[in-house]
């Protein structure tokens, strides 16, 4: 996968994020929702969870993976 310099990824966090190469990422800036806060009209949105276990489950997955890249 050939990324360009400057680039804004739009989509899902986790997918978006499994479809980079390691190591790709020099930088990234993220402010995940809080906790039953807002509710954004999509499906699978982060913060929308049934509990705050699994809300911190669905960041860890997602920093694990932002991690990789």
Do not use: W
């Not at 990324?3 to 190591?23: F, H, Q, R």
């Not at 990234?28 to 705050?52: F, H, K, N, W």
Request: hydrophobic share 35%; charged share 25%; glycine share 8%.
């Amino acid at each position: 996968m050939t990324m360009e310099l400057d680039t804004i990824l739009c989509g899902d966090s986790l997918n978006v994020l499994k479809a980079l190469p390691e190591s790709c990422i020099h930088c990234c800036v993220t402010s995940p929702p809080y906790y039953g806060l807002r509710d954004y009209g999509m499906d699978a949105q982060i913060g929308r969870e049934d509990t705050p276990e699994q809300y911190v489950a669905r960041l860890v997955e997602g920093f694990r993976e932002l991690k990789r890249v």
